[in-house]
């Protein structure tokens, strides 16, 4: 799943979760505020490299592409332009290298946002980023030409137009009526160099184009075959040197990045398995732990593609049978910590606007369950197991976890599924699969993580249920839902819309494609001296302000 920028929200695979072995009991202590080791630029030292795991490094890079996951996201936001820093709640600051001031206004009943850029402001080939770089991102990402294979529209499709102020250094940028939201837009640009939809769908294939970027860093190596990426400082940066000398991504799985950590070799791990939290803890001085609040969300998406599970009914059955109370437990078991079940994707539990639509609609009910399947004409055979008209109820479920918790979930759902008689095949699969996986649709069942990056949710309420979206991988978008949100989008008023949007929600999830079952804290363990790196919940720092403290 993806950590994007301010204005996104991503997916990425289920992996390294909490363990169900006989660890101790550890409660968290879960800040509210975001925890990392806070450090000024001064105190750190000039140098040092900065080793981290990422879960897979996937063939496209373009974070903005439709087929983008997590690790692309926070590759993408080392060497591309990071125009705004947020704090944890997601309120953002315009970063004054890139952006001087954004601001807006309502001239007749259209909001209307004055960008000024910084005149040095430049991408890696020397191309200046001015106001065609937001006209291009807006052109791209408004969603009126498909060949352009874009992760969302939200938002842009509602841009009247973009053009440049006084100068080409500022932008005006129209919307079409009052727009709420727009201070998440524009978060990352596109390049004006991206022109065709080839540039954009096949010029991030296998590459971090360099010349697309702007930064403190630029890429400094791509290893595809040894799985690494690495990031070195750009002597075409104008503003503050960045600390470290190196940024070196590796790719590994959930159980290799704590074993590498513990050696010494990465320095920095999340920490979502018990085992992995006890082993940390068990390093003493030579880890510090840093939890907060989490913006992810787990879920479960039934493709209703598949010729199994394009029934509603069929959908509904298989949701009454998933205990989610207990797959909550299993990601939080060892962790003393627990929650109430997510009722929503829009809003997170302790925001205010979230009610509980998904508890609404369906609850675990083994009974009920069985009941749906029998009108469906799903009948148990001999073996239990149903079948209708010769075909066996089998539901394939890519597994990309290497942890206890990821096969403790996988066969806790395999036993409630198989109580209702339908049987879940295990498919195990590597992490580095996962973003194949999703744009094949090569699923009946599958658990992932998504990550919301921006704390209005409902400005990507589109990216969310539309039915083209791409973050919906279940596939159960509607024309209803969709003249419902072309709706909301134009409401005046932020409170109007989240109002809206918790309705709206309670329609698309009563097509029983998606599931969550669980929110929870972040845990990152960093080695002692690592500053500016931890769990920041809406949060960003400069990349130049990572590094070692002296």
Partial sequence: ?????????????????????????????????????????????QGGTLT?????????QNALHANSTAPVSTLWGWYMPQMFYSDSEGNPTPNPNFLLDARAEVVGGKTVVHYALNP??????????DWRSYENTWRISRGDDDAYQISSSDGYNLIESVRPGENDKQVVVTYKHIYPWWNGLFSQLLHPGISTPEDFNEGFLQRLPNEYGAGPYKVGAVDY??????????????????????????????????????????????????????????????????????????????????????????????????????????LFNGRGYSE?????MTFLQNQEGYRDVFGELVSFDPDHARELLDQAGWKPSRDGIRAKHGERMVLRYPLFSDTSTGKAVATSLQKMLRDIG???KIEARPAADFARVLEEQDFDLIDSMVVQNDPNGTAYFRQQYYSDSTLNLSGTGTAEVDAMIDELEKLPTAEEQNAR??????????????????NGPKTVAVKPGLANVGSLIFGSVPKEEIGWVR
């Fill in 1 to 45: 799943m993806k950590k994007l920028s301010l204005a996104t929200v991503a997916i990425l695979a289920l992996l390294g979760l909490s363990s169900c072995s006989s660890a101790p009991e550890t409660p968290l202590e879960v800040s509210p505020t975001g925890s990392y080791n806070k450090k000024d630029p001064g105190e750190l030292r």
């Fill in 52 to 60: 981290l795991p990422i879960a897979e490094i996937p063939e496209q």
């Fill in 120 to 129: 040095q402001a430049s991408f890696n080939d020397g191309t200046p980023i």
């Fill in 225 to 330: 075959p040894g799985g690494t990426v690495t990031f070195v400082p750009n002597e075409r940066w104008w503003g503050a040197a960045p600390k470290l000398d190196r940024v070196v991504f590796r790719q590994m799985e959930a159980q290799a990045s704590i074993n590498a950590f513990r050696a010494g070799e990465i320095d920095s791990v999340s920490l979502g398995n018990k085992n992995h939290l006890a082993a940390a803890l068990g390093m003493g001085k030579q880890a510090e732990l840093h939890t907060a609040l989490d913006t992810t969300y787990s879920l479960l998406s039934l493709n209703s593609r598949s010729p199994l599970l394009n029934d509603v009914t069929v959908r509904e059955a298989v949701v009454s049978g998933i205990d989610r109370a207990l797959l909550a437990t299993i």
């Fill in 340 to 344: 109430d079940l997510p009722g929503s």
């Fill in 422 to 424: 339908v049987e879940l």
């Fill in 501 to 518: 949007a918790i309705e709206i929600e309670k329609v698309a999830l009563s097509r029983f494609g998606l599931v969550p079952y669980a």
